[in-house]
């Protein structure tokens, strides 16, 4: 039912920052844990950062702690991703998701997904 489109990424410099947008429609996300993914060419999915629905907790992969920063706006029904001191290690499409039940950390868990958007770092 929901459906997410995601937005923001590009073409950037290593130590640039960028900003990724969820946006979601046809249904509310207010009640839902969200999380972010990316998947680089000839490597699989894997997991990025989330972020509760009840309390907002967040939790992060190790690679990118420190570094990137997820928050929601429930009034504007969009997720987002600040993503600093970007890596060529960063390069991938990058994924929002709706979570409704299940371990945040599999990608399996997750209910919904936008297309991606293509961030790419270069050195």
């Known amino acids: 039912q929901v459906q997410l489109v995601e937005s923001g990424g590009g073409l950037v410099q290593a130590g640039a920052s960028l900003r990724l947008s969820c946006a979601a429609s046809?249904?509310?996300?207010?009640?839902?844990?969200m999380g972010w993914f990316r998947q680089a060419p000839g490597k699989e999915r894997e997991f990025v950062a989330t972020?509760?629905?009840?309390?907002?907790?967040?939790y992060y992969a190790d690679s990118v702690k420190g570094r990137f920063t997820i928050s929601r706006d429930n009034a504007k029904n969009t997720v987002y991703l600040q993503m600093n001191s970007l890596t060529p290690e960063d390069t991938a499409v990058y994924y929002c998701?709706?979570?409704?039940?299940?371990?945040?950390?599999?990608?399996?868990?997750?209910?919904?997904w936008g297309q991606g958007t293509q961030v790419t770092v270069s050195s």
């Open positions: 046809g249904g509310t996300i207010s009640m839902y844990t």
């Open positions: 998701a709706v979570l409704r039940i299940g371990r945040y950390y599999y990608s399996s868990s997750y209910d919904y």
């Open positions: 972020i509760t629905w009840n309390d907002r907790s967040t």
